[in-house]
Structures are given as structure tokens and as C-alpha cells.
């Protein structure tokens, strides 16, 4: 089972400053990662697939990097709707698909 | 846009057997894996279990013992079925649309679309 592992677990960001999220896999994954966003109360929602590829409607100032073990989001300017946990997703190898534990990101 | 919409028995006791349906609308059935992932409260994301349009399933090790999962090509609808559950199952329940790609027959998908979710408490 491939162990996705978020930093920080929670992370405090001003209105209009960058956040910066990891995610690490405990093997090589190649690009086959995605970024998923939960408010409160809500069903997660899919920001990013393919470690780079912004799913439909969402802002440009959400964008994923990284390829093998290593993973960011970053949020350019940060909002205050932008609050939220955020989850990171492998599916290269499985199953199971696996997820990190979250980064809690506070303004 | 393609819609889940989900719905199952909400409290269980131990032992019993968990049973959920989601529905699919406005959108096609075929060439995407169904998927369940379910998040207890406060907690992440744990993957459950898999279906596609033909029947093949898979699901995860932590749970294989535990879980069937079907499908109702018909209705557009697929279904997950929990064994023996425990406190520890108690969690939120959410059906998903698993869509990517095949390579070398193998699956690579990310969720995209969402059920709202079930909470399923168990308790005596």
C-alpha cells in the first residue's frame, strides 16, 4: 500500500498570501496524484488530477506540481473561501487508492 | 453534469450489515469505475471499493472480508454492502466517480464526481 503523508497538518495564511501544501509518497508515483478540497460540511471536491491538471471551474490560483514522491498545491492568493482541508489522493498503485491524512488551511 | 445521489439505513448495531445505493443521473454509466470512500468523523478518507459498468470489483484489503459491492446496470445504480460492522465503521459514506485512464489494462483514476453522503452510525 502506497502511505501518502501531508505537511503541514494545519497551515495559517493571510488573505492574498501564498499557501504552500506537500504531499509525499512512500513510493514512486509518477504524476498519478490528485488534490481534493473540503469545506466544512461539504463533499470533497476535485481541484487537481494528473499532479498539474486543474479540474473544471477551478481558479487558476490553485496550482499542483511535482512528479514521483514529491507533491505541492499552491494557492497564489490566498482567499477567504479558500478555507478549507485539503487532501491528497494516489492512484498509481492500487488498491487501494489512497489518501493523505489532510492539511487544514486557517486564515 | 453528471448527479450522485446516494441513500442508505443511518444507524446500525453491531453486527449488522451496512447497505447503501447510489444512484447515477445525467450522465453515462459506462466507461467510469464506481467507487466508495468513507470518512469518519473529524478523520480522512479511506477508500473502500471499486465497481465498473461490467461487474469487476475491487476493493481494499483493510475491508475485502467485509464488503460486496454490485452493480444495477438498468437503474444506473451501484450499491455497497458492509458485514459485521462496529463502532469503528461508524463514518460518513460517500459514493464517487472514479474517471481517468487504462494503460496496459490497469486503471488510473481520480474522483470527480461526489455523492452527499450517508452518515452510518453504529452503535448498541
Redesign the interface.
Known amino acids: 500500500?502506497v502511505v501518502m503523508a501531508q505537511s503541514p497538518a494545519t497551515l495559517s495564511v493571510s488573505p492574498g498570501e501564498r499557501a504552500t501544501l506537500s504531499c509525499r509518497a512512500s513510493q514512486n508515483i509518477n504524476i498519478?496524484l490528485?488534490w481534493?478540497q473540503q469545506k466544512p460540511g461539504q463533499?470533497?471536491?476535485?481541484l487537481i488530477?494528473g499532479a498539474s491538471f486543474r479540474?473544471t471551474g477551478v481558479p487558476d490560483r490553485f496550482t499542483g506540481s511535482g512528479s514521483g514522491t514529491d507533491f505541492t498545491l499552491t494557492i497564489s492568493s490566498l482567499q477567504s473561501e479558500d478555507i478549507a482541508v485539503y487532501?491528497c489522493?494516489q492512484?498509481?498503485n492500487?488498491?487501494?487508492?489512497?489518501?493523505?491524512?489532510?492539511t487544514k488551511l486557517d486564515i | 453534469q453528471v448527479q450522485l445521489q446516494q441513500w442508505g439505513a443511518g444507524l446500525l448495531k453491531p453486527s449488522e450489515t451496512l447497505s447503501i445505493t447510489c444512484a447515477v443521473y445525467e450522465g453515462s454509466f459506462s466507461g467510469y469505475q464506481w467507487s466508495w470512500i468513507r470518512q469518519p468523523p473529524g478523520k480522512g478518507l479511506e477508500w473502500i471499493g471499486e465497481i465498473n459498468q461490467s461487474g469487476s470489483t475491487n476493493s481494499n484489503p483493510s475491508l475485502q472480508s467485509r464488503v460486496t459491492i454490485q452493480v444495477d446496470r438498468s437503474k444506473n445504480q451501484f450499491s455497497l454492502h458492509l458485514r459485521s460492522v462496529t463502532a469503528a465503521d461508524t463514518a460518513v459514506y460517500y459514493c464517487a466517480r472514479g474517471r481517468g485512464n487504462i494503460k496496459r489494462g490497469k486503471y488510473y483514476v481520480w474522483f470527480d464526481s461526489w455523492g452527499q453522503g450517508t452518515l452510518v452510525t453504529v452503535s448498541s
Not at chain 1, 43 to 46: G, K, N, T
Open positions: 500500500e498519478n490528485a481534493y463533499v470533497p471536491r476535485l488530477y479540474a487532501y489522493q492512484y498509481d492500487r488498491p487501494p487508492y489512497t489518501f493523505g491524512q489532510g
